[in-house]
């Protein structure tokens, strides 16, 4: 196996859908992947992250729609002749057989020469850090060395693409972390396509140049993970990525002026309203709260409100904070020293026009 970077696929998907049963879990999804990048699906539990993430792999019923590898559209190719390389939740070791031989098996079946497969066995392990391992069987390695084994026996392929769904959710929150860099590390080096699913957010903005979010079986959003941050589609994506202060409700024009009212009374100036706009998104961390009386910020609003809760969070103090019928979250960092407000005490809940999102419905 050339460890070398090589050509990376483009992976391209066209209005598909795909039902079991009566029961359509995918809706008109159309998406572009770049190639070489490291992108993932995003999103709750039932989204149908991994039934998309199957139909790449030709697993599950038939899609209606294009699935184009290269331009090739493999939508309604048998699995084994794809070349893309699945990495499963549960690794599907063979556990009666070595290490090797697990990482040997789809060269075998393929019928390649044996020299060739020995040494192909050895960089694959090599890649993945676990050349003294390749006799053991899978029962004596830990959760991390498993997934790498898993690993091993897909690249070794050499396919188009890597798909791997939810490959870290059966290792702990510290070997996560390390396993998560290491596959993307690996990923850097074969310059090879990947799609990553996971329904935790921190894996998905750490490795990926670009996501997206799904939600009931739609494609909600696709962008970097700053983008997506910063510049949410709807709601949903506000919510799910993060912590926002979502209000709902319609512009009002009056002369040259506008203002956004939320359903519960609050009105905010805007200079640069969006025609629809049904809820405004703003992050906790993007308000500031003063003790009252205190002058106004240039180009900032100023809203009376009164404490309802403090949690102390270590970085982050959160307060709850009522203003008229709303309740805002606010997040300070917290520094030594720095004020600390107290529940029923009255504040200036500050922010300012460029620190929160229209939201169209
Ligand atoms: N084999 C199946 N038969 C029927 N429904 C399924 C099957 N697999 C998945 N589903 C349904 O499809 C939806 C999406 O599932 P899935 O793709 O596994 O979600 P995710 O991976 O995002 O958690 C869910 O509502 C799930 O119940
Ligand atoms: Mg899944």
Do not use: C
């Not at 993932?40 to 199957?54: A, C, E, I, M």
């Not at 060269?107 to 960089?123: F, M, S, T, Y």
């Amino acid at each position: 196996m050339s460890t070398q970077p090589r050509e990376s696929s483009e992976i391209i998907i066209e209005n598909l859908s795909l039902s079991f049963g009566t029961t359509e879990v995918l809706k008109g999804i159309d998406l572009v992947i770049k190639p070489g990048e490291f992108f993932s699906f995003l999103g709750p539990s039932g989204s149908g992250k991994s039934t998309l993430l199957r139909a790449i792999a030709g697993f599950g019923p038939t899609p209606e729609g294009r699935i184009l590898i290269s331009g090739e559209d493999i939508a309604r190719l048998p699995p084994w002749e794809r070349n893309v390389g699945m990495v499963f939740q549960s690794y599907a070791l063979w556990p009666h057989m070595s290490v090797a031989k697990n990482v040997a098996f789809g060269l075998e079946e393929r019928k390649v020469p044996q020299a060739e497969i020995d040494v192909r066995v050895k960089q694959a392990l090599d890649l993945v850090d676990l050349a003294d391992y390749a006799h053991r069987r899978p029962s004596q390695l830990s959760g991390g060395q498993q997934q790498r084994v898993a690993l091993a026996r897909t690249i070794i392929i050499e396919p188009r693409v890597l798909l791997l769904d939810e490959p870290l959710s059966n290792l702990d929150a510290n070997l996560r972390i390390q396993m998560r860099r290491d596959i993307l590390a690996l990923q850097r080096k074969l310059n090879l396509t990947t799609i990553f699913v996971t329904h935790d957010q921190e894996e998905a903005n750490t490795t990926s140049d670009r996501m997206a979010v799904l939600n009931n079986g739609i494609l909600q959003q696709v962008g970097s993970p700053i983008d997506l941050y910063d510049a949410p589609a709807n709601t949903f994506v506000a919510s799910f990525l993060g912590t926002a202060n979502i209000l709902k409700g319609e512009l009002k024009k009056s002369g040259k002026s506008s203002a956004f009212i939320s359903q519960k009374g609050m009105e905010i100036p805007i200079t640069k309203p969006l025609e629809n706009t049904s809820a405004i998104a703003i992050r906790p961390q993007n308000i500031h709260l003063q003790p009252p009386g205190k002058k106004k910020t240039a180009n900032s609003f100023d809203f009376k409100g009164v404490v309802s809760e403090v949690e102390f969070l270590g970085e982050t103090l959160r307060y709850s904070v009522t203003v008229g019928n709303e309740s805002i979250l606010v997040d300070h960092s917290h520094r030594p020293g720095d004020i600390i407000f107290s529940v029923s005490e009255e504040v200036n809940v500050v922010f300012a026009e460029d620190q929160f999102v229209m939201l169209q419905a």
